[in-house]
């Protein structure tokens, strides 16, 4: 028996929308071990994708809601193409199975998550390859180039308000197309001079104060106004608490950064949600006697 065990991901900011210095998207991004997809060989389901070598039936063991911002999609399909290349003794890249699955087209912080866990950055797409902005499920382009990884130093805490919105589809495709932003210069500026040295230093109240400059900004400040008074309220509560927080992708999940689990359990006795340890590792491939 083949076992893949995946994992989630909060993806905090696409970064460049405009394209002035000929490049497009960007992401930024974290693993994480919890919520996860656990695929298995097994007579449960039959494949639905095609691919250029043969993908064996699987059982889900643990699996996570679509369309909340945790990066289902991506990491559904790279687990299941995983385990079909791990079935037929194929050593495949990650990044050249998110290319056969069409993953990747627009953040590579799925794709990486996926390969190497951790903190992720990626550099987008050059125009001379990607002419517009698109969303993931609308853009076949290869997943971009890492800039740079970094093991993720905290715990953190998802909330999925039920009232959320949930943003896929055409709808998503519609606010592609349709996006005006702004405050990119100053959004580049928070993130690779605030941001990630504080992911590298450990510095989580500078971290944390990024995450909130970064929701007025950019193609996050469109994806925060897009959610409804119940996601906007809980940034408040949050905030009021002394967290700065963000929308993982469109959302409708919340998230901050903790020092512990015990700090993170708090939040959850106040306003429900989970924690989850960053996954530092990526995903894992499992050959076990049936």
């Known amino acids: 028996m083949i076992k893949i065990i995946g994992l989630s991901r909060i993806h905090i900011t696409l970064i460049d929308l405009e394209g002035k210095f000929g490049r497009l998207d960007g992401g930024i991004g974290v693993a994480l071990k919890y919520p996860r997809i656990v695929l298995r060989t097994g007579n449960c389901i039959k494949p639905d994708i095609t691919l250029p070598f043969k993908i064996p039936d699987y059982c889900i063991e643990e699996d996570f809601e679509e369309h909340v911002?945790?990066?289902?999609?991506?990491?559904?399909?790279?687990?299941?193409?995983?385990?079909?290349?791990?079935?037929?003794?194929?050593?495949?890249d990650v990044v050249e199975l998110a290319k056969l699955v069409k993953r990747g087209g627009t953040s590579g912080v799925g794709v990486y998550a996926f390969k190497h866990g951790g903190f992720i950055v990626d550099g987008g797409h050059s125009k001379k390859i990607k002419k517009e902005i698109l969303p993931s499920d609308y853009s076949t382009v290869s997943p971009p180039p890492l800039i740079a990884r970094y093991d993720f130093p905290w715990y953190i805490y998802v909330n999925i308000p039920k009232e959320g919105r949930k943003i896929y589809g055409k709808s998503e495709l519609e606010i592609f197309k349709n996006a005006k932003v702004e405050g990119i210069d100053t959004l580049t500026r928070i993130i690779f001079m605030k941001l990630i040295p504080a992911v590298i230093e450990n510095d989580l109240e500078e971290a944390l104060e990024a995450i909130g400059l970064i929701q007025n900004l950019g193609f996050k400040k469109l994806e925060v106004s897009l959610q409804t008074e119940e996601v906007?309220?809980?940034?408040?509560?949050?905030?009021?608490?002394?967290?700065?927080?963000?929308i993982s992708s469109f959302g409708p999940a919340v998230y901050t950064f903790v020092r512990s689990r015990r700090e993170g359990e708090e939040l959850v006795s106040y306003f429900g949600g989970f924690v989850t340890e960053p996954n530092n590792e990526g995903a894992k491939v499992l050959w076990l006697k049936d």
């Not at 911002?69 to 495949?92: P, R």
């Open 232 to 246: 906007k309220m809980l940034m408040k509560q949050l905030y009021q608490k002394g967290y700065y927080s963000g």
């Open 69 to 92: 911002g945790l990066g289902h999609t991506t990491q559904f399909l790279l687990s299941v193409a995983k385990l079909g290349a791990e079935y037929n003794l194929k050593n495949i």
